[in-house]
């Protein structure tokens, strides 16, 4: 793929993007309500960032059991997907696309987060020294609290989420999402599955690179075949230690591996997060021009990108779309300034997961 100029479109299966820019999926915790659904707040919210290149939502648990902090909106009931409906309907109306985010936060959870109380699972029973954001039922109330021990999962049940997955995915598309992401880094389940420090299993899920890759590899098989490979992308956090994660030990043959298989699989996009905000912008690092080389449909960059970063990575040809976090939140139209050159807004960590309409809706657009 050629180098292009941020602000150049860009053909991502069925959709033209009218800038190289997306915005990042940010969790944002504001569906405080029993459904645990997209709230009227957050319609106004995606509809004000609807000149990114394209929106990746945030995380969208699959499933109670996927859910690994509180009031993150779910798809897969009835009334999450009319929330969604709700926020895509809008963001399209505002010019806007918008891909979901599909979630599995395995062992980063905490029973509270389930009505029957059940434990985290994950790909072995081992704990996560971190913290998911619980819910006290008493008062309504999240707080950060230590993981609780996950259960491991069996291999009957590995495929349920496989399951889980497909049947997001396709609610996602009746929601009226242009397609989804497949949350595959950040130290959450697939990650899980992945690390050799972590996963123990003895089944096909286990002990070899395929088969710690499985999971991923089979879920965007069947989601792709369920919804079109044109509109399921993946995310990866190579290096990673987010979570309680320590980094791959064998980063290029793993990473390699996966960016190989998920090119067979054509996949529209694959998105890299690097947590340290550095390889990432460094066009001769290894694993990047390695990646870059075995993965040939598009490549998102993540991980402190300003315009001028942006701008470089895409003229060093290290990827074809840069997406962009927390800027988002304090600049909802971000693109419009980066393009205009306006000093941008700072953003409020504190209200980051909590706050309600405080430092999510009161940020305000710039208008010339
Ligand atoms: C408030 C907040 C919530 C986030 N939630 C998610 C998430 O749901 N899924 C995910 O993959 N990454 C999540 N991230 C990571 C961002 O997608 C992004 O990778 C990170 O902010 C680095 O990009 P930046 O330097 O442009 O902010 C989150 C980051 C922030 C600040």
Request: glycine share 10%; proline share 6%.
């Amino acid at each position: 793929m050629s180098a292009g100029n941020l602000f150049s479109s860009f053909t991502l299966g069925a959709l033209t993007l009218p800038s190289r820019i997306a915005m990042a999926p940010m969790t944002r915790c504001r569906a405080t309500n029993p459904a645990i659904a997209p709230t009227p707040m957050m319609v106004e919210y995606y509809g004000l960032r609807a000149d990114a290149g394209l929106i990746i939502s945030e995380g969208v648990p699959v499933s109670p059991q996927a859910r690994g902090y509180a009031f993150t909106p779910g798809l897969y009931s009835a009334e999450q997907v009319a929330g969604w409906q709700a926020v895509t309907h809008e963001v399209r109306k505002q010019g806007g696309r918008i891909f979901a985010q599909l979630w599995h936060c395995g062992r980063i959870s905490h029973g509270s987060l389930r009505d029957d109380n059940a434990p985290p699972v994950g790909p072995s029973a081992i704990a996560a020294n971190g913290k998911s954001m619980a819910l006290d039922r008493a008062t309504g109330q999240a707080a950060l609290t230590q993981c609780e021990a996950p259960r491991a999962l069996s291999t009957a049940e590995v495929k349920g989420v496989v399951g889980e997955f497909v049947q997001a995915a396709k609610n996602a598309v009746a929601a009226g999402f242009d397609g989804v992401e497949i949350h595959g880094a950040n130290g959450y389940l697939l990650d899980q599955f992945r690390c050799p420090y972590l996963n123990d299993r003895k089944d096909a899920y286990g002990g070899s690179l395929e088969n710690r890759c499985r999971l991923h590899l089979e879920i965007a098989r069947e989601v792709a075949a369920a919804i079109g490979k044109e509109r399921v992308g993946i995310r990866l956090s190579p290096h990673g230690q987010a979570n309680d994660m320590k980094p791959d030990p064998e980063p290029m043959k793993t990473y390699g591996y996966l960016a190989e298989e998920l090119q067979k699989l054509g996949l529209v996009y694959l998105h890299l997060y690097d947590q340290s905000t550095s390889w990432i912008h460094d066009p001769d690092d290894a694993l990047l021009r390695l990646i870059r080389g075995k993965f040939t449909n598009a490549l998102m960059l993540c991980g402190g990108f300003t315009g001028r970063k942006a701008e470089a990575a895409l003229a060093a040809g290290s990827g074809d779309l840069v997406a962009i976090g927390k800027p988002f939140i304090s600049n909802p139209d971000l693109v419009s300034r980066l393009r205009q050159g306006v000093e941008l807004s700072p953003w409020d960590s504190k209200t980051f997961y909590l706050g309600g309409h405080s430092g999510y809706l009161d940020y305000p657009t710039f208008t010339v």
